[in-house]
């Protein structure tokens, strides 16, 4: 019954305290960070009310011997730092709360029964360093402040994606390492938090064990495999200084999830120390540096959360070589200034630059010149440095030591383009190696018909046209390379001019091609103009259809040809008295559309012949040819020879077939069918 009335008053008490604005805070936890015996102690607690006005204030009770330990006043604080000399003896129990007081209300939090030694809360642990290898990841965490062995536990996941967990423990002596395993290609994130072991019997109680805050979310990228490409391009070069624009691609997105560092490393300056070489560390992309002339040599790696990528080195070289120098300008350069280097080196072919160069901050250019080796090219550079670290090349320039004539002539002399007065030689230009000096120019002799000419080419040119030549003469041309110690070797080789009657000349042959172009420019132009249908079309001949009607009675029936023989004309001599026609014949003229008239008048001077193309029929056994007049074909031909008997020819005129046969007595009859 006692009991039931104290829980009574206590819930009542709280309702009342609750309902006055009193409202208490969650229960103190008391920490030391580290198992070290010597360590004081945080305190910290949870507000449950934003009430300006509240204090607090702390109490310690011991359990054993029923008193107050301290009692600390942390006013409107949500923690407070507890020194261990407050608190006395720490392994025995303690009873924690937390009183608030709102104007003049008091409350109390709940109480808490602990050993304070037990009480050890670590620092959230801090990722070292995270070392990925395809699917495998070692992570290095930071030892706790009394570096002990401690319980561990860590999350990860995908992004977007459920937490998994996992537990592991380190141990005193050795790092905090840990081993986790992920798949190959994929970006994660992880968090770790860690707890005390228990280092007295008193603490084996899990009541006791502090977990320490989460770690911040750390993103874990794939491993980089790939070197950065470096893009660079000269942006301007002008007073011995080139002015640069590095650019280089990103990795892809796995492996540049939680942010990339790029790594530059630049050695633009020839005569700098490799210890001494400038390191650059850049989030960037691009990057813009001046250089010299000569050659500089960049390197990059690319750096994500988990590891770096495999370094990428690359050369800008240096700028052309000149193949020929103010023979004036060494004599002006003193290289006795501490910012300034002479780089030269071996340039046997005239363009390769050889692997060992020399370099110099404090030998002059008529030092080198002395030692190097002669009649073998050389090239050098002067470079200076200003304050400001702005590189700039002073001078370059080839040089020799000593100069001598050419080992070799030219080779492959050829002759093309002959005609019968000119011909073009050509030849392979005197490799450096073999010039043993700088080429002024080339000599060239041509020798013919007792008479020899003489050229000089620029050491540049590797052709030259020949003119004024003999046609069906043979000449021989020799070349040789000249510097300032004289001539070279010849070069020797023969050739013979066309005669000039052997092929065209150039003035028939450009007539030719014209007449060629014209003559298909006249097929392709008459192809067009017929396809394309440019010009108008020749209009065909209208004919007149007669429209044929046919009468109602007309017989329809299948009709057949009918045949008749009769006398359509008589030519006879004037000597001959000329026969008249019966009536018989005149009848059937008459049945066929054809009138004889008989002249009653038998001396007709005009010889009796009777034009009969001016005689209309009136009957027309076709009705198609209704309206027409039925004419003769034209008259037959006569001639001196006597006819035979029975001669035919025909003929076909608008419709009709006349059959024409000579018979006895001349007489002409005609069949028409």
């Avoid at 470079?383 to 370059?396: C, F, P």
């Avoid at 009769?566 to 559309?593: A, H, I, N, W, Y």
Wanted: aromatic letters at 8%; proline letters at 5%.
């Amino acid at each position: 019954m006692r009991m039931r009335a104290a829980v009574l008053v206590l819930v009542v008490s709280v309702s009342l305290t609750e309902a006055a604005g009193c409202v208490s805070t969650s229960p103190p936890h008391c920490y030391k960070t580290s198992t070290m015996p010597q360590e004081d102690f945080f305190c910290e607690w949870d507000k449950r009310s934003h009430e300006k006005s509240q204090t607090h204030t702390l109490h310690v009770w011991d359990s054993e011997n029923k008193k107050f330990l301290t009692i600390i006043n942390c006013g409107e604080q949500e923690q407070k730092y507890v020194p261990l000399e407050k608190l006395g003896i720490t392994t025995k129990k303690t009873d924690l709360w937390l009183q608030t007081q709102v104007g003049n209300i008091t409350c109390n939090s709940s109480k808490v029964s602990v050993i304070l030694e037990c009480m050890v809360k670590y620092s959230k642990p801090q990722i070292l360093r995270m070392k990925r290898l395809a699917g495998i990841l070692n992570l290095t965490v930071d030892k706790p402040k009394d570096h002990k062995g401690a319980k561990y536990e860590i999350r990860w996941r995908e992004s977007g994606s459920e937490w998994q967990n996992a537990t592991f423990e380190t141990k005193d002596s050795t790092e905090d390492l840990y081993t986790l395993h992920l798949q190959y290609t994929k970006s994660y994130q992880i968090q770790l938090r860690r707890q005390a072991k228990p280092h007295s019997d008193l603490c084996n109680n899990l009541l006791h064990a502090l977990w320490s805050d989460w770690s911040p979310v750390v993103d874990v990228p794939s491993e980089i495999r790939h070197t950065p490409v470096i893009h660079w391009v000269v942006n301007k070069m002008t007073n011995g200084t080139r002015d640069i624009t590095l650019s280089w691609d990103a990795p892809p997105v796995n492996e540049s999830v939680g942010g990339v560092k790029y790594n530059l490393t630049l050695s633009v300056w020839p005569c700098a120390k490799k210890q001494k070489k400038m390191d650059h560390l850049t989030v960037n992309r691009t990057y813009n540096i001046s250089v010299t002339y000569s050659e500089a040599r960049i390197s990059i790696f690319a750096t994500n959360n988990v590891g770096s990528s495999p370094q990428e080195e690359i050369i800008i070289p240096a700028v052309k070589h000149l193949s020929y120098c103010d023979p004036q300008m060494s004599s002006y350069v003193i290289t006795k200034a501490k910012k300034s280097c002479l780089e030269w080196y071996k340039l046997e072919d005239g363009e390769t630059r050889p692997e060992t160069v020399n370099k110099s901050t404090q030998k002059s250019f008529k030092d080198i010149k002395n030692v190097v080796e002669n009649f073998v090219r050389h090239y050098y550079f002067l470079h200076t440095m200003k304050k400001n670290k702005h590189y700039q090349t002073a001078v370059m320039c080839p040089f020799y030591s000593k100069q001598t004539a050419p080992s070799n002539g030219p080779a492959s002399v050829n002759i093309s383009d002959l005609t019968h007065d000119s011909a073009v030689v050509s030849w392979f230009s005197i490799p450096v190696v073999e010039q043993r000096g700088f080429l002024q120019h080339y000599v060239i002799w041509i020798s013919g018909q007792g008479n020899t000419r003489f050229y000089e080419v620029p050491a540049h040119k590797t052709s030259f046209l020949i003119k004024d030549l003999h046609p069906g003469t043979s000449y021989t041309i020799s070349i040789a390379g000249r510097t300032e110690a004289g001539n070279g070797p010849n070069s020797t080789t023969n050739f013979e001019t066309h005669s000039k009657e052997m092929g065209l000349s150039w003035q028939d042959l450009t007539i030719l091609i014209i007449c060629v172009v014209a003559f298909l420019c006249t097929i392709i132009c008459s192809i067009a103009v017929r396809r394309l249908k440019l010009l108008p079309e020749v209009p065909s001949p209208v004919l007149d259809t007669i429209e044929f009607k046919c009468p109602e009675d007309q017989d329809l029936s299948q009709m057949m040809e009918e045949v008749h023989e009769f006398v359509l004309l008589l030519r006879q001599d004037l000597s001959k008295p000329r026969e008249d026609v019966t009536s018989e014949q005149g009848t059937l003229l008459q049945d066929f559309g054809l009138v004889v008239l008989q002249d009653e008048d038998e001396e007709n001077e005009e010889g009796g012949v009777t034009d009969l193309s001016s005689i209309k029929s009136s009957c027309y056994p076709n009705p198609s040819y209704r309206g027409q007049t039925l004419q003769l074909p034209e008259p037959f031909p006569m001639t001196d020879s006597i006819p035979k008997d029975n001669d035919t020819e025909s003929t076909y005129r608008n419709g009709l077939f006349f059959e024409t046969r000579v018979g006895e007595c001349d007489k002409t009859v005609v069949n028409k069918t």
